[in-house]
């Protein structure tokens, strides 16, 4: 248990389908992230955001629309996926926004499955 | 070419042999990230460390910032070890790089 949770843990949904994805941290952090991991490839960041604000967009397609209502909760909203969406989806979250010197603590992810 | 680059991509072992798992970096950095991820897909930071060694049970990890390049080693691997190991290195204040991983199966 890393103090970051993360649901639904698996999610099938068509390509007109929306969903959302959310994370929950339980460990006061100011920092939260969402990264994208496809088969064969790093770990992309998608959103970051530090107290609230968005602070990092990484050229992400507008068919993923991040919201965090505070400073423990952060969704991602899909709509209109491509199967090459098809991804697994980490959240994760940090003391603060410095990737030098904070440890980030990643949920257990939302393996993404989109038809 | 990845900023972030790990030797070798997939790694098998026997019980009880010493593992050793590279990472190259072509970025300047303050520290650099070593995690371990788990089939269930769970990721889990191992190590951050700027300067020499760091050790931790049977996981020890080393970093040359000269030569920019870090090595995880893992003394008396269990099958247990079996996961996913990445390096990571900070590029902005708020943003990560990842290698892509070094898959390894350790055989009982």
């Known amino acids: 248990e890393t103090g970051v949770t993360q649901t639904p843990r698996h999610l099938v949904m068509g390509m007109t389908n929306k969903k959302s994805l959310k994370c929950e941290q339980h460990?006061?952090?100011?920092?939260m992230y969402w990264y994208k991991q496809s088969a064969k490839k790093p770990l992309e960041l998608m959103f970051v955001?530090?107290?609230?604000?968005?602070?990092e967009n990484n050229s992400v397609p507008s068919r993923f629309s991040p919201e965090c209502p505070n400073s423990s909760h952060l969704f991602l909203h899909l709509h209109t996926l491509q199967p090459e969406d098809s991804a697994l989806y980490l959240c994760a979250s940090s003391q603060d926004l410095d990737s030098g010197l904070d440890t980030q603590y990643f949920g257990p992810g939302t393996r993404l499955t989109v038809l | 070419k990845n900023e972030v680059e790990q030797s070798p991509q997939n790694l098998t072992a026997q019980e009880g042999e010493f593992i050793t798992i590279n990472c190259s970096y072509s970025?300047?950095?303050?520290?650099l990230h070593w995690l371990q991820q788990h089939p269930g897909g769970g990721i889990v930071s191992l190590f951050m460390?700027?300067?020499g060694k760091k050790k931790h049970g049977r996981l020890i990890a080393t970093i040359n910032i000269q030569e920019k390049h870090s090595s995880l080693h893992i003394t008396a691997s269990h099958p247990r070890d079996s996961a996913v190991y990445i390096c990571a290195v900070p590029y902005n204040t708020d943003k990560l790089i990842f290698g892509t991983g070094t898959r390894l199966q350790v055989f009982p």
């Open positions: 955001y530090s107290l609230e604000e968005r602070v």
């Open positions: 460990l006061g952090h100011n920092a």
């Open positions: 970025v300047g950095i303050s520290a």
């Open positions: 460390l700027s300067s």
